[in-house]
T-cell receptor, first 111, second 113 residues
Framework: GENVEQHPSTLSVQEGDSAVIKCTYS??????FPWYKQELGKRPQLIID?????GEKKDQRIAVTLNKTAKHFSLHITETQPEDSAVYFC??????????FGSGTQVVVTP | GAGVSQSPSNKVTEKGKDVELRCDPI?????LYWYRQSLGQGLEFLIY????????KSGLPSDRFSAERTGGSVSTLTIQRTQQEDSAVYLC???????????FGPGTRLTVT
């Protein structure tokens, strides 16, 4: 089955700097890679996703890159702001279509 | 339209009691998931319903946990003889047929005293 590993578990950045979170997956057939953001006390919400037919996708200050050969994908946040502080989860589908989530990365943006 | 709803938002129960948590998915979403999230931890998969197929119960931690989905819509997660380690936020999510994107509900915070 699919196994998703996420690093780092915590990430502290200064406001304005960039943050990068990396995930690896095991099932080469996986073709969809979402990122969810969970603010304290709130539900996880999808912020960006990428399908296997593209290598990069951007949406304002966030971007996701995918390397299918190496089986890893990354979330990039540029010009970080305090409201980017949250837990971020990556995921990939298993063969049944069920998302396997990474263990999460706590991002802290300090002013 | 309305998102995924869950009730109650908070539940405090005594050890040994049974609890029922409810999830109302987005209309038209045939897939429904239950997750458990302990404080500061990740998303622990519990159970997955997809249409009329048999549910994937592979994540249920013990036989004290069960779930059903009536009429392909509302789902109820039941925990019997609650233990303190069951204290967590229970999240429900739903998705369209053949779609991966999951929409989460606000969760039920369960506290077992």
């Amino acid at each position: 089955g699919e196994n998703v590993e996420q690093h780092p578990s915590t990430l502290s950045v200064q406001e304005g700097d960039s943050a990068v979170i990396k995930c690896t997956y095991s099932d080469s057939a996986s073709n969809y890679f979402p990122w969810y953001k969970q603010e304290l006390g709130k539900r996880p919400q999808l912020i960006i996703d990428i399908r296997s037919n593209v290598g990069e996708k951007k949406d304002q200050r966030i971007a996701v890159t995918l390397n299918k050969t190496a089986k890893h994908f990354s979330l990039h946040i540029t010009e970080t702001q305090p409201e980017d502080s949250a837990v971020y989860f990556c995921a990939a589908p298993d063969s049944w279509g069920k998302l396997q989530f990474g263990s999460g990365t706590q991002v802290v943006v300090t002013p | 339209g309305a998102g995924v709803s869950q009730s109650p938002s908070n539940k405090v129960t005594e050890k040994g009691k049974d609890v029922e948590l409810r999830c109302d998915p987005i209309s038209g979403h045939t897939a429904l998931y239950w997750y458990r999230q302990s404080l500061g931890q990740g998303l622990e998969f519990l159970i997955y319903f997809q249409g009329n197929s048999a549910p994937d119960k592979s994540g249920l931690p013990s036989d004290r946990f069960s779930a059903e989905r009536t009429g392909g819509s509302v789902s109820t997660l039941t925990i019997q003889r609650t233990q303190q380690e069951d204290s967590a936020v229970y999240l429900c999510a739903s998705s369209y047929p053949l779609a991966y994107e999951q929409y989460f509900g606000p969760g039920t915070r369960l506290t077992v005293t």
